[in-house]
């Protein structure tokens, strides 16, 4: 079983940055790819960022391309999610979530953590 926990949210004004934290434990791999999805009130949840095992590619949704950036720790079973000029509409419970590697296009994932919550004031 793999373990997965996020951490790192918060409130925050408009404009502002965040930085969401993400370790997987457990029966993991070194060559597990890792996402990030959000979910708002009444709304599915959907995708933000992935990052693949070897943190060498990525892939983001286009509502925080140029804002949002993912990354791998060092560690490879650690991810970030970098959020900047958050606006009131990121405001949402931002899931982490890994899996065997594949292409970063395929937003099927198999481990999933609590959330986190993320609210962007105006």
């Known amino acids: 079983q793999v373990h997965v926990v996020e951490s790192g949210g918060g409130l925050v004004q408009a404009g502002g940055s965040l930085r969401l934290s993400c370790a997987a434990s457990g029966r993991t791999s070194s060559t597990y790819d890792m996402g990030w999805f959000r979910q708002a009130p009444g709304k599915e949840r959907e995708f933000v960022a992935a990052?693949?095992?070897?943190?060498?590619?990525?892939h983001y949704a286009d509502s925080v391309k140029g804002r949002f950036t993912v990354s791998r720790g060092n560690g490879k079973n650690t991810a970030y999610l970098q959020m900047s000029s958050l606006r009131p509409e990121d405001t949402a419970v931002y899931y982490c979530?890994?899996?065997?590697?594949?292409?970063?296009?395929?937003?099927?994932?198999?481990?999933w953590g609590q959330g986190t919550q993320v609210t962007v004031s105006s």
């Open positions: 979530a890994s899996r065997a590697a594949r292409s970063l296009l395929i937003m099927i994932y198999d481990y």
């Open positions: 990052v693949s095992w070897s943190g060498g590619i990525t």
